[in-house]
């Protein structure tokens, strides 16, 4: 288990179908234009988000090999043997440990979504040398990058927000985490290493009816603040998002790149 539960990554997929930036799509889909096949590896792959989601956009025979180090979320993924010219190899990689096992063998592209905000610098780093030792792109999607915006707003909006954000910067087991720092520290590593990068927006929109999510949402960042306070010793009850009532009222968004 990887605290990363098959629900909420369900409850989120089509939120992050939609915030995938279109231009990033676009020239990943461009790089492989008039190819016939493809082999990808996706890191760090869920329950399959990422296939489902550029699946479309890439050559007609793709042969995927699925990475994650939960075995339940792997075993919810697109299911090996599916028929061709679609093939599926699914491996359980701790990713910590072994990224290089990930990599290896004959690949065309690096995919991961929603990842590299949960990585250290170090592995970060780890993984732009890897990539660009194979000479091979690289397609980091979902990466959050610390901005909300809450409408309406509620007067503990900003200290939920700050408490989540210092928590994205804790260890989520590659080390202290990049959090909101990632999108633009993956940037200057991969230009370091002599890559061309596209990048773009890629936020969460939820409007008045996507109460699910919004509940999720808010129960998690109160969840860490009541956390937060407990940690101080405060006496204080910790602040509570009435999220109904905005969800009812008003729209959310999160601004991820
Ligand atoms: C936020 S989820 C994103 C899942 C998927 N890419 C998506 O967009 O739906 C983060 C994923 O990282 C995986 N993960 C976390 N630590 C890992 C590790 N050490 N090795 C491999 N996978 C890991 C989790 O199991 C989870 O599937």
Redesign the pocket.
Known sequence: M?G?SAEW?ALR?PY?RAARNATVLDAVAGAFNGHGAIAVVDL????G??LRAMGPRLPPRQAWRL????LG?LAQAPQPGQRPPLTVVVRP????RDLELALEGPLDLIV????LD?VSPEWLDRLVVEAAARRLPVYAA?TYDGRAVIEPSEPFDGELLDGFNLHQRTD???GAALGPTAAARAVERFEHLGYSVVQGRSDWAFGPDDRPIQDTLFAGWAEIAARRARGRGSARASPRRPARSAAARGSTARRRE
């Open positions: 990887s990363f990554l997929e992050d760090a792959c869920g329950s988000a990422t990475v994650d180090n939960d979320l990689v701790d990713l910590v991961t979504s929603a990842l949960l979902l989520k087991g590659f």
